[in-house]
Antibody
């Protein structure tokens, strides 16, 4: 059974950066990817980007190009989302998810609330 | 870019009724279409993968069908615990780019 445990809630000022971590345990990731998905209050799910842990290969959603970096530390099984130049519209719950071979998000972290406010 | 359109946005039903949720893709996704349930304050949970395969532990009242561009999630007889928001999702490329539909809220009538 895979478990994804995320870091705690953050409050940030506009223009600053945030790092959210996601520690994985209990499974293998050789044929899967770790993606980050966010959900603004009352809204739907938005994919931000992903990484293939064994290769470190990444891709990012066009909306976040230049502002987001996703990295993987295979030695600790921890994945990171870095988002910079924060604005109020980035206030959301951020989820790390494991995507299997068929592309379904079969495991989700508990979510991390990031609040951007002056 | 594939766009997923879910309908209706809201479904008002009573326990015991049948729920039929639709997801339409802007181009064919074969059967690579998945369904999730989300309750308030919780992360989404995968229910159905590859259009029609139920995840282990998901009750048999949940079923998925479809291929190509038109997909359906059916809840045969609503239980109180089923009132939630449901999302469909597909992926392209690898690392996967995940696209979600806008969601259907199943609410008490």
């Amino acid at each position: 059974q895979v478990h994804l445990v995320q870091s705690g809630a953050e409050v940030k000022k506009p223009g600053s950066s945030v790092t959210v971590s996601c520690r994985a345990s209990g499974g293998t990731f050789s044929a899967s990817a770790i993606c980050w998905v966010r959900q603004a209050p009352g809204l739907g799910l938005e994919w931000m980007g992903g990484v293939i842990p064994v290769f470190g290969t990444t891709n990012y959603a066009q909306n976040f190009q230049g502002r987001v970096t996703i990295t993987a530390d295979e030695s600790t099984g921890t994945f990171y989302l870095d988002l910079k130049s924060l604005r109020s519209e980035d206030t959301a719950v951020y989820y790390c998810v494991r995507a299997g071979e068929v592309g379904s998000a079969d495991y989700w972290g508990q979510g991390t609330l990031v609040t951007v406010s002056s | 870019e594939v766009v997923l359109t879910q309908s209706p946005a809201t479904l008002s039903l009573s326990p015991g009724e049948r729920a039929t949720l639709s997801c339409r893709a802007s181009q064919s996704v074969s059967t690579f279409l998945h369904w999730y349930q989300q309750k308030p304050g919780q992360a989404p949970r995968l229910l159905i993968y590859d259009a029609s395969n139920r995840v282990s532990g998901i009750p048999a009242r949940f079923s998925g069908s479809g291929s190509g561009t038109d997909f359906t999630l059916t809840i045969s007889s609503l239980e109180p615990d089923d009132f939630a928001i449901y999302y469909c999702q597909q992926r392209t490329n690898w690392p996967p780019e995940l696209t979600f539909g806008g969601g259907t809220k199943v609410e008490f009538k």
